[in-house]
């Protein structure tokens, strides 16, 4: 048995927290940003056919999925080092992704449409490759920064400080800067995701320095190999695991295809894509409230059970709100507010309920596997953003939008509202019923998994 870093390791502490929501925000500052605006930047400043681009982002985001478990193998598969077992792959493949981020954002509408599409693949392949060399070692840190249950809950909590502190940035900024006259500017575009690509290169290595690997594990033999096969069947017997999967998958699709909505709802149906800054502006205060209510909550009624309450009223309100439209751009930002409010702990703790299903899988099989364990968790999220990319590009096309028309019809217009509220409402209310349903790991159960854990490392630390 031993400590990653081989060194004395100081204790569990704020340095760790705000690093680690450092990460995230490193990480979203090119994976969100693209999310949100490389689909906008493809249609209407590449002009490339939206069905073109749903069928380009399914292919390209399926392979990147099926990427994840070959990453998380190879992670798990090298020994820990001086500086840890997942920090040096942040460290190094933090820079070649900030330069892809940059690179997909290249006005390439000059050049022939086939040689455009060609282009679009072959940025968009090589970004989500070198993207998973830092989120899948970035996303399993957690799980060997601590095994506090408190502390584990704080890190899911930090580490959703840092998405919304970008979230409240580009929403304000990006349809402030990137459009003029409210038509989009192909310039802005790369200017924007260059610096937001420095911006993430940087947080990430503070990351690097802050956050440290601290809770013993068995190391695998020297020469001993990862048997992938009988791993692929402990998982599949990981019901935590596979609750967890299952809510995400379905809460992502529902929320990136609404995402993915957002700017045509504002531009198209409320008739002003810079109102929508407003929101951004609003979700400072919905960010400091859910910052702090959802550690009290999830102390009080457990990560399982507070998911299922607030997502639940969440959908039941967009279902409301599919039946009865509402007109100002306002009023729908504030209902959306407190809606965010009620589906924030399916965000926010998510992270720590994949802790969790790590833990479950070394309590039923003895061993942590804590890399092939998480990329198949992200395997699903993933599998959710290619199903979600596809999926927006293909109802704009379907709801009959015109990428060359300044001004959509009305027709166009009711539908991209009727198509985002049902979506919302699918999306949250499905996820919560997988999750109640499948999810093993409520308050009580979550406590007792630890403790016995807790006692086994003690036993084996005394052989």
């Given at each position: ?26 990480c979203?500052?090119t ?6 605006y490389?689909?906008v ?8 056919n ?6 380009l ?6 392979w ?10 190879i992670?798990?598969?090298r020994r ?5 077992k997942?920090?040096p792959?942040i460290?190094?493949?933090s820079?070649?992704?900030a330069?892809?981020?940059v ?5 390439v509408?000059?050049l ?8 679009m693949?072959?940025?968009?392949v090589?970004?989500e490759?070198?993207?998973t060399c830092v989120?899948v070692p ?5 799980s060997?920064?601590?095994?506090e249950?408190?502390h ?7 580490r959703?400080?840092?998405g919304?502190?970008f979230m409240?940035v ?8 990137l ?11 790369l200017?924007l995701?260059?610096i ?6 940087l947080?990430?290595q503070?990351t ?17 190999k990862?048997n ?8 599949a ?7 967890v999967m ?6 992502m699709?529902?929320?990136s295809?609404?995402?993915g909505l957002?700017?045509?709802l504002?531009k ?8 929508q800054a ?6 400072v ?6 910052f702090a209510m959802?550690?009290?909550l999830?102390n009080k009624?457990g ?5 299922c ?7 039941l309100?967009?279902?409301?709100l599919?039946?009865f439209?509402?007109r ?15 589906a924030?702990?399916?965000q ?11 833990d479950?899988h070394?309590l ?7 890399g ?5 968790y ?8 290619a ?23 009305e ?5 991209i509202?009727?198509g ?5 409402a699918?999306g949250y ?14 308050k009580k159960?979550?406590a ?13 630390a005394?052989?």
């Open positions: 048995m031993s400590t990653p870093p081989n060194t004395p390791v100081r204790k569990f502490n704020m340095l760790d927290k705000l690093g680690y929501t450092l990460g995230d925000l490193g979203c500052c994976e969100q940003f693209r999310a949100m490389l689909t930047f493809y249609t209407l400043i590449l002009k490339v939206p069905v073109h681009i749903g069928i982002m399914l292919i390209t985001k399926i990147d999925a099926v990427n994840d478990p070959i990453i998380g193998a992670v798990d598969s820990a080092g001086p500086k840890g997942f920090i792959w460290r190094a493949f820079f070649p992704m330069v892809l981020c690179l997909g954002f290249v006005n509408s000059n022939a449409y086939g040689l455009r599409l060609a282009y693949f072959i940025t968009y090589l970004y490759a070198i993207y989120n970035f996303g399993t840190l957690s060997v920064m601590t095994d249950v408190k584990r809950t704080a890190l899911s909590r930090y959703s400080m840092g919304t502190i409240t580009i929403v304000f900024v990006g349809p402030m800067f459009y003029v006259d409210n038509q989009p500017v192909a310039g802005r575009f200017m995701a260059a937001f690509a420095l911006i993430g290169l947080c990430l503070i690097c320095v802050w956050c440290k690997e601290r809770v013993q594990v068995v190391e695998r033999p020297k020469g001993e990862l992938y096969g009988k791993v692929i069947k402990e998982i017997r990981n019901r935590a695991l596979l609750g299952l809510f995400s998958l379905i809460g699709i529902g929320a295809i609404v995402n957002n700017t045509y504002y198209d149906y409320f008739g002003n894509v810079k109102i407003i929101s951004g502006m609003l979700s205060l919905y960010a400091i409230i859910v959802t550690q009290p999830a009624l990560k399982k059970e507070w998911c309450y607030g997502a639940g009223f969440a959908a309100v967009f279902l409301v599919h039946f439209p509402l100002s751009a306002m009023v729908f930002i504030i209902v959306n507010g407190i809606c965010y409010l009620g924030s702990g399916m926010v703790l998510v992270w720590a309920m994949v802790n969790d299903a790590i479950y070394e039923q099989t003895g061993e942590r596997n804590e092939i364990v998480y990329s198949s992200s395997f699903i999220r993933k599998l959710a953003s199903v979600s990319s596809s999926l927006s590009s293909f109802a704009l096309a379907i709801i009959g939008y015109d990428v060359n028309a300044a001004v959509q019809t027709a166009v217009a009711s539908s509202w009727k985002y509220t049902l979506i919302y699918l209310g499905l996820a919560v019923l997988a999750l109640a349903l499948l999810y093993p790991l409520g159960k979550t007792e998994m630890l403790d016995e854990l807790k006692a086994r490392r003690a036993a084996r005394q052989e």
